[in-house]
């Protein structure tokens, strides 16, 4: 059950992070991905595991920070 989040999850990332480097123009973002070899799957899906991995730490220590103010609001 929990790989299959995991691997859920790094494909939802691999996928929108392919759409924005794709289709959306570098003068909305301020980057870009180049050069476009960067947009093989490898890579995309490679950039999804980290952005999973960075994103579960940030809700592990927004959890751990946020610990007080939910205890005082009981």
């Known amino acids: 059950m929990l790989i299959n989040k995991i691997l859920s999850a790094i494909l939802i990332n691999s996928m929108i992070l392919y759409i924005v480097a794709k289709y959306i123009p570098v003068s909305i973002l301020g980057f870009s991905?180049?050069?476009?070899?960067?947009?093989?799957?490898?890579?995309?899906?490679?950039?999804?595991?980290?952005?999973?991995?960075?994103?579960?730490?940030?809700?592990?220590?927004?959890?751990?920070?946020?610990?007080?103010?939910r205890i005082l609001t009981l």
């Open 33 to 69: 991905i180049t050069p476009i070899n960067a947009l093989i799957p490898e890579m995309i899906v490679l950039l999804g595991a980290i952005f999973w991995f960075m994103n579960d730490i940030v809700k592990r220590i927004a959890r751990i920070v946020t610990l007080p103010l």
